[in-house]
T-cell receptor, first 116, second 109 residues
Framework: NAGVTQTPKFRVLKTGQSMTLLCAQD?????MYWYRQDPGMGLRLIHY???????AKGEVPDGYNVSRLKKQNFLLGLESAAPSQTSVYFC???????????????FGEGSWLTVV | GENVEQHPSTLSVQEGDSAVIKCTYS??????FPWYKQELGKGPQLIID?????GEKKDQRIAVTLNKTAKHFSLHITETQPEDSAVYFC????????FGAGTRLTVKP
């Protein structure tokens, strides 16, 4: 059981380039999330999805787009990368909202992105 | 939206001592409070959680307490071991999960 898998694990981009981070989960979870982690700031929610074909903005959505065409995949796109987007990105999934029912959120191993 | 504050940002203890990490939250509607442990180069993993209808929960050497009136909750680790060294995150949730900034715990042998 792979859980939540993120690709790529490491990437270096030049300012202005575009890229897509792929997240795949094999737990049949409805909810999926993208977080970024920066020193001293914890995990901040970028975008999330409550089901196939749906997406919603989190705390820090600017500069990112997402798509959930298939239930098991959640893609995070950077259209024009900026140095401020240098961060560690984590994908996560759960079978229900964290509040209602208190379901565990499962995280991937992270994707280290550097924008130069 | 929810705002979660976590203290301290770093904590160093001797092996065998206890460690306490505290969090406060702003949204009184939050009803689920998990704690995550993140080891170097890994994603966060759930270690314990508590729901708003419970005041305290224990699992071996770790425990969490919740004070809904004061809107704060704490993680307690007893008899700390070097393998407890990691970054710990608290979170509060109603419709989405908001995390504290993290506490780097170092357990010195």
């Amino acid at each position: 059981n792979a859980g939540v898998t993120q690709t790529p694990k490491f990437r270096v981009l030049k300012t202005g380039q575009s890229m897509t981070l792929l997240c795949a989960q094999d737990m049949n979870h409805e909810y999926m999330y993208w977080y970024r982690q920066d020193p001293g700031m914890g995990l901040r929610l970028i975008h999330y999805s409550v089901g196939e074909g749906t997406t919603a903005k989190g705390e820090v959505p600017d500069g990112y787009n997402v798509s959930r065409l298939k239930k098991q995949n959640f893609l995070l796109g950077l259209e024009s990368a900026a140095p401020s987007q240098t961060s560690v990105y984590f994908c996560a999934s759960t079978d229900g909202t964290g509040g209602i029912g208190g379901n565990t959120i499962y995280f991937g191993e992270g994707s280290w992105l550097t924008v130069v | 939206g929810e705002n979660v504050e976590q203290h301290p940002s770093t904590l160093s203890v001797q092996e065998g001592d206890s460690a306490v990490i505290k969090c406060t939250y702003s949204d009184s509607a939050s009803n689920y409070f998990p704690w995550y442990k993140q080891e170097l180069g890994k994603g966060p993993q759930l270690i314990i959680d508590i729901r708003s209808n419970v005041g305290e929960k224990k699992d071996q050497r770790i425990a969490v307490t919740l004070n809904k009136t004061a809107k704060h909750f704490s993680l307690h680790i007893t008899e700390t071991q070097p393998e407890d060294s990691a970054v710990y995150f608290c979170a509060a949730s109603f419709n989405d999960m908001r995390f504290g900034a993290g506490t780097r715990l170092t357990v010195k042998p």
